[in-house]
């Protein structure tokens, strides 16, 4: 059977060299490498043989197996190279004209999607206020995402963010928070940019103003006005003597230069662990004025901006004296404010890569 092996690459190998195109080549391959190509046929009678034979034909098959798809994809390199070059030695060809246009008739490659558009705004406007724009982790520790944020393990806050869980080698450890997971991992898809607070305080100290646009993920039922990849903007402010007016100041300020008018809000008492008071920052509905639709559930309002005074337990975490600072904090959510402003009715055209949809926003 080897030099049944031994014969069949000769011959594959001296067929390969006086290929003289692509199609001969995918012949050659299903001939000799197929399943129904001779190398199967020659495996398919291994059962005849020896148990100790059998190892050592199927060693050499596969090795020959190998040789061939390597000698096969040197070949195609080669008739590729020599096809280009005959094409270009072409009187006809002019490389100076411009090629095909990309994808679909785009007259040009690329755009930027209405994400990115709201976020660069929203980045300027805060930049202009004087907050610095922070990054955090996606694959974030729970000890930022939850503990740090007045979340302990247990707690039945962490049930309203259904989170998704990260496997990883370390599981089981000690984590440099220092606590040590109990299930599989202490490691989260962060559930919202609020982890961004802590990890902010850490490294800059008060007095601190910060935005943290970013995605964020949740195990959620999808509809029109919930994805399970969306995006927030975390906001936060640490300073003497801050109080419930600063964030009012903010949160208006804020939704006056995304919308370019005065829109329409409420404030309802709100419960975030991380925040004492909290609140709950209603838009009116941009799309049916309040009659009521799909987006708003047909409540006339879109729920847009938790926000509140930030836990003195928070800032104790992020190593900051709660007798000395105080905070606001808020928690935009980015994908559904994109919504508002453009006028999409469904969130999931946002993830979707739907061209009609992106194309708009040309
Ligand atoms: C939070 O995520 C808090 N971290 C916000 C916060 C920050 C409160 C700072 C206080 C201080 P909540 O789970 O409500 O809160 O989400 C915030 C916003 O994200 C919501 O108002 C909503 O606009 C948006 N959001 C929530 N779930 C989804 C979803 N599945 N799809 C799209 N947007 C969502």
């Not at 930049?127 to 729970?142: A, N, R």
């Not at 850490?202 to 990849?229: K, M, N, W, Y």
């Not at 007016?245 to 903010?250: D, E, K, P, T």
């Not at 729920?303 to 000395?324: F, K, S, T, Y």
């Amino acid at each position: 059977m080897l030099d049944q092996l031994k014969e069949i690459e000769g011959r594959a190998l001296e067929q390969l060299s006086r290929a003289a195109s692509l199609e001969d080549l995918l012949a050659l391959e299903q001939g000799f490498l197929g399943k129904k190509g001779e190398l199967q046929l020659v495996l398919r009678g291994m059962g005849a043989l020896s148990k100790e034979e059998r190892p050592a034909v199927g060693a050499a098959a596969n090795e020959l197996k190998l040789r061939l798809e390597g000698a096969l994809a040197e070949r195609r390199s080669a008739l590729q190279a020599a096809a280009l070059a005959r094409e270009l030695a072409d009187p006809g060809f002019d490389p100076t004209l411009p090629g095909p246009a990309p994808r679909m008739g785009l007259p040009s490659a690329g755009a930027l999607h209405p994400m990115t558009l709201v976020v660069r705004e929203l980045e300027d406007i805060f930049s202009s206020m004087g907050y610095t724009i922070c990054d955090g982790p996606e694959v974030e520790l729970e000890h930022y995402n939850f503990n740090a944020l007045n979340i302990p393990q247990h707690h039945p806050a962490r049930d309203t963010q259904d989170t998704f869980f990260v496997r990883h080698p370390r599981a089981g450890k000690a984590q440099p928070s220092g606590r040590v997971a109990d299930g599989a991992s202490d490691l989260v898809l962060r559930t919202h940019t609020s982890p961004v607070q802590v990890r902010a305080m850490e490294r800059f100290g008060p007095p601190l103003r910060i935005v943290a646009p970013g995605r964020v993920f949740r195990c959620e039922q999808v509809d029109a006005s919930h994805e399970h990849t969306f995006y927030q903007m975390e906001g936060l402010v640490v300073d003497r003597e801050i109080s419930v007016a600063h964030l009012i100041h903010a949160m208006k300020t804020l939704l006056r230069e995304i919308f370019r008018r005065d829109v329409e809000v409420r404030l309802r008492p709100g419960y975030f662990p991380f925040v004492e008071p909290g609140f709950e920052l209603d838009a009116r509905c941009l799309f049916c004025g309040g009659s009521g639709c799909a987006v708003c559930k047909h409540s006339g309002w879109i729920e847009l901006l938790p926000c509140g005074l930030v836990h003195p337990q928070v800032l104790r975490a992020g190593g900051i004296d709660p007798e000395q600072w105080s905070g606001f904090a808020f928690g935009l959510g980015l994908s559904r404010l994109v919504m508002l402003r453009y006028g999409i009715r469904d969130i999931r055209l946002m993830t979707g890569g739907d061209l009609r949809f992106l194309q708009q926003f040309r």
